[in-house]
């Protein structure tokens, strides 16, 4: 069989306190598909995204948990307006996230804003007015 | 609209050499949407893989280059069998990946390995018996 190369099966993040991190998310709307004390996974779009604690991650990886450093990647989730870009942020801050980038009109035309999730990962909220989203929230 | 909040619309990594970190990619087999001289997309499954680059990365979100470190985040591609996750390690390996773990059996009864990009991002190659792939290499 072969598969299509664009693909991204998982995307995890390494987080401190799992516990911390799940009410995070949950606080924000995601919904776990399982969970056990170590990992969280969260079905989305016939790929999953995880909460990984650090030191399994580590341990997996074998690798030092200082070693497992943040900030050159982020995620993206698209809004529907710039209103809804608006009330994302809000509501990831009010959720405990640290914000990075207040919403501000792009030089693509777009309106975006940057967040860090408790554990420092970073999080677009955008608005693109030439990539519209299905009704499940996707883009073509 | 209410979009469901199980999403992620990018996943954009910055990279600190554009061209070097498409050609890993492309010589991987990722075909590209679009590119300019600062970012390169990917389309996948109503979502999109981004490059781009740090420095752009840093400007966007008024951070510095230095502070956008790499580690506590894995993406991970699952493959068909576990003679796939083998040639998959091997084919990233010799595209200028760095080797993380070498194929092992995990202790979930799957088959898993995680190299490093050129800019030090994780990347996992597994097979997973229990949650078999479509013939596009989505999962349930």
């Known amino acids: ?9 998982f995307i995890t993040l390494g987080v401190r306190d799992l516990a911390r991190a799940r009410a995070f998310y949950e606080a924000l709307g995601w919904t776990p598909e399982s969970a056990t004390e170590d990992v969280a996974f969260y079905a989305m779009n016939g790929s999953k995204f995880g909460l990984f604690s650090l030191a399994g991650l580590a341990r997996e990886t074998g690798r030092d948990v200082a070693g497992l450093q943040t900030g050159a990647m982020t995620l993206a989730q698209n809004q529907g307006s710039q209103d809804d870009v608006d009330a994302m942020f809000a509501r990831a801050v009010a959720a405990g996230a640290t914000p ?6 792009t030089d693509w035309g777009g309106y975006s804003s940057y967040v860090a999730d408790p554990d420092g990962h970073h999080w677009e909220y955008a608005y693109n007015p030439f990539s519209p989203l299905d009704d499940e929230g996707h883009i073509a």
């Open 100 to 105: 990075v980038t207040k919403p501000f009109k």
């Open 1 to 9: 069989m072969t598969l299509p190369m664009n693909r991204v099966t």
